[in-house]
């Protein structure tokens, strides 16, 4: 009898309450960001805050483009550098003043401004190219890759070989870009004073809403029809271009939307940490962003998120209480969680609430166990949930869809 009772109220409450679970969460999440860090955190540690959120805003690109996409972005770092780079000459430009050098090229001996930088002057074509150049990069490069049906592994070394030569390319014009010092020594941002508290608490009040902005749009994307199909090409890529349809627009498409979030993210982090070098966009600042989306979980965007805080926090705290160990004990954490739970942080929060649902429902009731962390299903090789068999993908004259049973787990 009490079986009976707690199956009917699962069956009436569980799914309305999975569905509320998520926009409650991100509420939550977001009144958390916007009234109390502000009020509990010193301005320093607000700054800090900032900064990871825009690796945040990077983290969902990557969510989309390697979770939903099954794309293994090495070089997001690339894209993060061409709208940081955008906005940091338009900054510079308007600190110099009209006709005026900025500060590094006086120091470099350059007498005139360069041809590239005049059209950074205006705000609006700067705040246009942070989006629009690292969008162009990447349809260019996916359409030449994706095209010849380079994917996988051959795809990963190539975007983080992009990566190294963006980065050789910047250090090595020392009167252009800054060389390895980069943009320094930012003071305004759309008339905001980097150096005031009040000012920079407005600037984290932006990120924090382009963050969430981003995150919705990801979002939608992924519960759209083309994300039913950018899920179908990661699945079955050869069964896809069967039915008719293209992978390689698809993937273009998810990848270019995950260039323009690192683009805005990188725009961001100009003003938020007042720099931006070589340092902060090479191969090992990219596999710091793609680390803090496999330990938060690359099928869940919420994941994605909250292992980017996470990775950037701990290493804030272990360089802090470490500085000699600090690479050591980031790298312990990474594998640690990738043996223990090879799909994330958010994975191994998947299967904590399927097994509690699985020992909620009556005795005798035929449901298949959830997939522990670990095997070839659980792991990022296979369909990610086995409580029901994997349905194959289909056409309908809607488009592609692909059955419930056969999707990664959603993003809440």
């Known amino acids: 009898m009490t079986g009976t009772v707690a199956a009917a109220?699962?069956?009436?409450?569980?799914?309305?309450?999975?569905?509320?679970?998520?926009?409650?969460?991100?509420?939550?999440?977001?009144?958390?960001?916007?009234?109390?860090?502000?009020?509990?955190?010193?301005?320093?540690?607000?700054?800090?805050?900032?900064?990871?959120?825009?690796?945040?805003?990077?983290?969902?690109?990557?969510?989309?483009?390697?979770?939903?996409?099954?794309?293994?972005?090495?070089?997001?770092?690339?894209?993060?550098?061409?709208?940081?780079?955008?906005?940091?000459?338009?900054?510079?430009?308007?600190?110099?003043?009209?006709?005026?050098?900025?500060?590094?090229?006086?120091?470099?001996?350059?007498?005139?401004?360069?041809?590239?930088?005049?059209?950074?002057?205006?705000?609006?074509?700067?705040?246009?190219?942070?989006?629009?150049?690292?969008?162009?990069?990447?349809?260019?490069?996916?359409?030449?890759?994706?095209?010849?049906?380079?994917?996988?592994?051959?795809?990963?070394?190539?975007?983080?070989?992009l990566a190294a030569a963006f980065v050789i390319l910047l250090v090595g014009q020392q009167g252009l870009t800054g060389g390895t010092n980069g943009l320094t020594n930012f003071q305004m941002f759309y008339g905001l004073d980097l150096y005031q508290p009040g000012d920079k608490r407005i600037l984290y009040l932006v990120v924090v809403g382009v963050l969430g902005g981003m995150f919705l749009l990801a979002w939608q994307l992924s519960r759209s029809r083309f994300g039913q199909l950018l899920l179908a090409v990661r699945d079955g890529e050869d069964r896809v271009r069967f039915l008719g349809y293209e992978p390689a627009v698809v993937k273009t498409i998810a990848f270019a939307v995950s260039a323009g979030m690192a683009g805005i993210a990188g725009a961001l982090f100009v003003p938020m940490v007042g720099l931006l070098s070589p340092a902060n966009l090479g191969i090992v600042a990219s596999l710091e962003l793609l680390i803090g989306v496999a330990i938060g979980g690359r099928f869940s965007l919420a994941g994605a998120v909250g292992g980017a805080l996470l990775v950037n926090y701990a290493k804030t705290v272990f360089s802090e209480e470490s500085a000699d160990n600090w690479i050591y004990l980031q790298?312990?954490?990474?594998?640690?969680?990738?043996?223990?739970?090879?799909?994330?942080?958010?994975?191994?929060?998947?299967?904590?609430?399927?097994?509690?649902?699985?020992?909620?429902?009556?005795?005798?009731?035929?449901?298949?166990?959830?997939?522990p962390s670990g095997t070839p299903a659980a792991n990022g090789r296979g369909p990610v949930d086995s409580v029901v068999p994997v349905a194959p993908v289909e056409r309908s004259p809607a488009g592609v869809s692909v059955a419930a049973a056969n999707r990664a787990e959603e993003p809440a």
């Open 9 to 161: 109220q699962d069956r009436r409450g569980g799914p309305l309450r999975r569905r509320l679970t998520g926009p409650a969460l991100f509420v939550a999440v977001g009144l958390l960001l916007v009234l109390v860090a502000p009020a509990v955190l010193s301005p320093f540690r607000l700054d800090l805050l900032g900064k990871y959120l825009c690796y945040a805003i990077v983290a969902v690109g990557i969510g989309l483009a390697w979770g939903r996409g099954g794309m293994l972005t090495l070089g997001q770092g690339v894209f993060f550098g061409l709208g940081g780079y955008a906005m940091g000459m338009h900054l510079k430009l308007r600190e110099a003043g009209p006709g005026g050098l900025p500060d590094f090229m006086v120091w470099s001996g350059v007498e005139s401004l360069p041809a590239l930088w005049r059209p950074f002057a205006n705000p609006a074509f700067a705040l246009a190219m942070v989006v629009l150049l690292p969008v162009t990069v990447a349809v260019l490069l996916g359409l030449l890759v994706f095209r010849q049906r380079v994917r996988g592994a051959y795809f990963a070394v190539l975007s983080q070989a």
């Open 331 to 371: 790298g312990a954490m990474f594998v640690v969680v990738m043996l223990w739970a090879p799909r994330g942080l958010a994975g191994l929060a998947a299967d904590l609430r399927a097994a509690v649902r699985h020992r909620r429902r009556r005795p005798g009731r035929a449901v298949a166990a959830p997939v």
